[in-house]
Antibody, heavy 124, light 108 residues
Framework: QVQLVQSGAEVKKPGASVKVSCKAS????????INWVRQATGQGLEWMGW????????GYEQKFQGRVTMTRDTSISTAYMELSSLTSEDTAVYYC?????????????????WGQGTTVTVSS | SYVLTQPPSVSVAPGQTARITCGGD??????VHWYQQKPGQAPVLVVY???DRPSEIPERFSGSNSGSPATLTISRVEAGDEADYYC???????????FGAGTKVTVL
């Protein structure tokens, strides 16, 4: 069965970086993009961007440009999202998600599988 | 940037019908997806491409998008349907996804 398993909770100081992993199983990792979505406590969902594990192509939400880096290691079917220059406003649960249509730009499809979420806390 | 507007909350009695709206500029030309999120859990896709439903989602969940607003309808509401619901579209002008702010459905 399809699973996306994320790394554990992180506590970081302001100005630091965090790298969250998302290990895929149950399907061909390179056939589906990985999207990243975050949610601050008590707030709504916020889309951060996407990555094509096959090509490495990426698309970032403008708000995160210059601070976010999405990468992958196809040998272990794992995607990564690194966010730098952290502030308290980056405290949130970060999710990876798979678009059911394979490619993010195939926008007739939603995201059918999600990771369990990784809590990132930024505090001095 | 593209904005999706949802009501903050909807209340419904068990067995009745809940309707959750999602408004946006020319939303009828976009493909709308809906997610259900319960506390402490990841979102679950309940409707995609305006009105299609993943196989594991009950038929009680349906969607429409014939113009503003798009609507998610939950028929014969059950206590287990109490959750936050988010709409989502792809904004082709900026090549990014947009989520609505979410609607909290309370089952009375």
């Amino acid at each position: 069965q399809v699973q996306l398993v994320q790394s554990g909770a992180e506590v970081k100081k302001p100005g630091a970086s965090v790298k969250v992993s998302c290990k895929a199983s149950g399907y061909t990792f390179t056939s589906f993009d990985i999207n990243w979505v975050r949610q601050a406590t008590g707030q709504g969902l916020e889309w951060m961007g996407w990555m094509d594990p096959n090509s490495g192509n990426i698309g970032y939400e403008q708000k995160f440009q210059g601070r976010v880096t999405m990468t992958r290691d196809t040998s272990i079917s794992t995607a990564y999202m690194e966010l730098s220059s952290l502030t308290s406003e980056d405290t949130a649960v970060y999710y990876c998600a798979r678009p059911q249509g394979g490619k993010t730009v195939n926008y007739y499809y939603g995201m059918d599988f999600w990771g369990q979420g990784t809590t990132v806390t930024v505090s001095s | 940037s593209y904005v999706l507007t949802q009501p903050p909350s909807v209340s419904v009695a068990p067995g009745q019908t809940a309707r959750i709206t999602c408004g946006g500029d020319n939303i009828g030309s976009k493909s709308v997806h809906w997610y259900q999120q319960k506390p402490g859990q990841a979102p679950v896709l309940v409707v995609y491409d305006d009105s299609d439903r993943p196989s594991e989602i009950p038929e009680r969940f349906s969607g429409s998008n014939s113009g503003s607003p798009a609507t998610l309808t939950i028929s014969r509401v059950e206590a287990g349907d109490e959750a936050d619901y988010y709409c989502q579209v792809w904004d082709s002008s900026s090549d990014h996804y947009v989520f609505g702010a979410g609607t909290k459905v309370t089952v009375l």
